[in-house]
T-cell receptor, first 110, second 115 residues
């Protein structure tokens, strides 16, 4: 199945700073989904991006899908301690399979 | 949102015993469920796709005789870890796919410790 590389692997920020994580694929993706996993918890669906160049916002979170549908990003404005967790961007594969990459672990210092 | 439950949430067993983990979609029907395992500080590794009424599809490297999957109804899939060994200790998470919205809802996970 299709996989993506995600950077950075770890990000430590001061509360109030912005945060961005990037996902890159060598192949064109049909769509990409974003999940958040809190420490000790399970992944929770955030959003799905389907269209080329798509931008979606959820409060302080902004999701983008590249024009070539080979990369995506998640930007968090003014991070809060509740944003702590690992963010994953598994691309959609046939049959609904999600292949999770390493994710980006975000820690926020209050 | 849709809710997926897992039982048990935590299990400790002796080496050589078998452990069954249940995954239920509580308020929707799921023709497809997925099983993952996750080691500390690592990503989720897809183990198999569980299809209602048919055999599960296993990912490369996952032993189907070791990890038995049964998807007997549209709301229940079970994973049985047979003859468990300490290296099977892990966090097992299931998910159910809500086709209409094409997103997956994850269960809370089962932490298995094999002594």
């Amino acid at each position: 199945g299709q996989q993506v590389m995600q950077i950075p692997q770890y990000q430590h920020v001061q509360e109030g700073e912005d945060f961005t994580t990037y996902c890159n694929s060598s192949t064109t993706l049909s769509n990409i989904q974003w999940y958040k996993q809190r420490p000790g918890g399970h992944p929770v669906f955030l959003i799905q991006l389907v269209k080329s160049g798509e931008v979606k916002k959820q409060k302080r979170l902004t999701f983008q899908f590249g024009e070539a549908k080979k990369n995506s990003s998640l930007h968090i404005t003014a991070t809060q301690t509740t944003d702590v967790g690992t963010y994953f961007c598994p691309p959609y594969n046939q049959g609904g399979k999600l292949i999770f990459g390493q994710g980006t672990e975000l820690s926020v210092k209050p | 949102g849709a809710v997926v439950s897992q039982h048990p949430s935590r299990v400790i067993c002796k080496s050589g015993t078998s452990v069954k983990i249940e995954c239920r979609s509580l308020d929707f029907q799921a023709t497809t469920m997925f099983w993952y395992r996750q080691f500390p500080k690592k990503s989720l590794m897809l183990m198999a796709t569980s299809n209602e009424g048919s055999k599960a599809t296993y990912e490369q490297g996952v032993e189907k005789d070791k990890f038995l999957i049964n998807h007997a109804s549209l709301t229940l899939s079970t994973l049985t870890v047979t003859s468990a060994h300490p290296e099977d200790s892990s966090f097992y998470i299931c998910s159910a796919r809500l086709i209409v919205y094409n997103e997956q809802f994850f269960g809370p996970g089962t932490r298995l410790t094999v002594l």
